[in-house]
């Protein structure tokens, strides 16, 4: 796991892994050697995530950004710094600039997608070649190509036999 995982100043691999925990809230931050003793981060106790995300992305990100303010809450570059955590949902955007380098250096990519169980892309497919057999078979039926309409019929009840629980159309 660690193996994957960049620094997020200066992107070659973390080797040192912080994780801090506010107010009940887990904030993570993944270093090499180098940057960590740069940033004077080797004694945890004095340590700030958020003064160190700041950091780096001030140092990955040529943009300005001390003069960022978010405009639905007025949350500031040093309001985040100080709490380590948003004041909205609009600071995310306001902030972009700042965060997408520190995401990118955290994720796979800046967009969280989620995850969909296995069994349900499974049984989405399903449905989804049931409902195509179902029209093939209606213009099968229409257009009078019966063999074609019972090759569909037999390939219709293996899906729901294999779905188990459809309901009969």
């Known amino acids: 796991m660690a193996s994957n995982l960049k620094c997020q100043i200066c992107g070659k691999p973390a080797t040192v892994h912080f994780t801090q925990i506010v107010n009940n809230k887990v904030h993570k ?5 180098a940057c960590a003793q740069a940033k004077g981060v080797t004694d945890p106790s004095g340590f700030s995530l958020a003064d160190l995300l700041v950091k780096a992305a001030l140092n990955t990100e040529p ?3 001390s003069g960022m303010r978010c405009e639905k ?3 500031t570059q040093a309001d985040f710094k100080k709490y380590g955590r948003f004041g909205c949902p609009s600071c995310y955007d306001a902030f ?3 965060i997408d380098p520190m995401l990118e250096g955290m994720h796979k990519g800046v967009r969280h997608v989620g995850k969909v169980p296995h069994q349900a892309i499974s049984r989405q497919s399903l449905h989804a070649r049931l409902n ?3 029209t093939d078979l209606t213009e099968a039926i229409k257009s009078e190509r019966y063999e074609d309409a019972a090759r569909f019929r037999d390939e ?3 899906v729901r036999s294999a779905v ?3 309901p009969q159309r």
């Open 164 to 166: 188990g629980d459809l």
């Open 132 to 134: 195509k057999l179902e």
């Open 73 to 75: 809450c007025g949350f």
């Open 29 to 33: 931050i993944d270093l090499c050697e």
């Open 63 to 65: 943009v300005a950004t």
């Open 96 to 98: 972009k600039e700042m």
């Open 156 to 158: 219709i009840a293996q």
